[in-house]
């Protein structure tokens, strides 16, 4: 059972380049959400899909798009890359219909650098 | 804004010492979570409370929410080097359809053999 998956693990970018963190989750769940980790900040909230077609934006949007055209797939896009973006990047995603509600599953992370 | 304040940030012991960690905010939250997360991996669910002035425990780790839901406390009796690593709490604000986390600031834990 692979649950969250993200790709790649590590990445090293320059300034202006463009890239897409991939995100995959094989448990059927409705809300997948991104989130960046930085050191003494917690984990933030950057969007978040409560189904196929559905997001919204979450603490911190700015710089970062994402869709979520099938279930199962919710990729973070960052169109310009900025040296404030270095950071690890985080998928996760919960059930809406069980009792399990709001507990998260988490990816191992993306950690991104950028020059 | 951060909401969820933790502390202490740092905390390093030895083996066998009892430590806890807070978290505190001036919000209400309809539930809350503690997770753990180990170097080079994402956090791991340790433990949801939900109703104010609940107790869990989970072996050696104690959880306890506020009465009032607004602040929330891990107590680890007798710590263990395997219970190193980044203790994080998380608020859910909604209890409707949305299943959005606030996440604490964290607290890094290293026990020493």
């Known amino acids: 059972n692979a649950g969250v998956t993200q790709t790649p693990k590590f990445q090293v970018l320059k300034t202006g380049q463009s890239m897409t963190l991939q995100c995959a989750q094989d448990?059927?769940?409705?809300?997948m959400s991104w989130y960046r980790q930085d050191p003494g900040m917690g984990l933030r909230l950057i969007h978040y899909?409560?189904?196929?077609?559905?997001?919204d934006q979450g603490e911190v949007p700015n710089g970062y798009n994402v869709s979520r055209s099938t279930t199962e797939d919710f990729p973070l896009r960052l169109l310009s890359a900025a040296p404030s973006q270095t950071s690890v990047y985080f998928c996760?995603?919960?059930?809406?219909?069980?009792?399990?509600?709001?507990?998260?599953?988490f990816g191992a992370g993306t950690r991104l650098s950028v020059l | 804004t951060q909401l969820l304040e933790q502390s202490p940030q740092f905390l390093s012991i030895q083996e066998g010492e009892n430590l806890t960690v807070y978290c505190n905010s001036s919000?209400?939250?309809?539930?809350l979570q503690w997770y753990r997360q180990e170097p080079g991996e994402g956090p791991v669910l340790l433990v949801t409370?939900?109703?104010?002035?609940e107790v869990k425990k989970l072996k050696r780790l104690t959880f306890q929410f506020g009465d009032a839901r607004k602040d929330s406390s891990l107590h680890i009796t007798a710590a263990q080097p395997g219970d190193t690593g980044l203790y994080l709490c998380?608020?859910?604000?909604?209890?409707?359809?949305?299943?959005?986390?606030?996440f604490g600031t964290g607290t890094l834990l290293a026990v020493q053999p």
């Open positions: 919000s209400v939250f309809s539930s």
């Open positions: 996760a995603s919960s059930s809406h219909y069980t009792s399990a509600k709001n507990i998260q599953y």
């Open positions: 448990m059927n769940h409705e809300y």
């Open positions: 899909s409560v189904g196929a077609g559905i997001t």
């Open positions: 409370v939900v109703t104010g002035g």
């Open positions: 998380a608020g859910a604000k909604d209890s409707g359809a949305t299943n959005k986390l606030i």
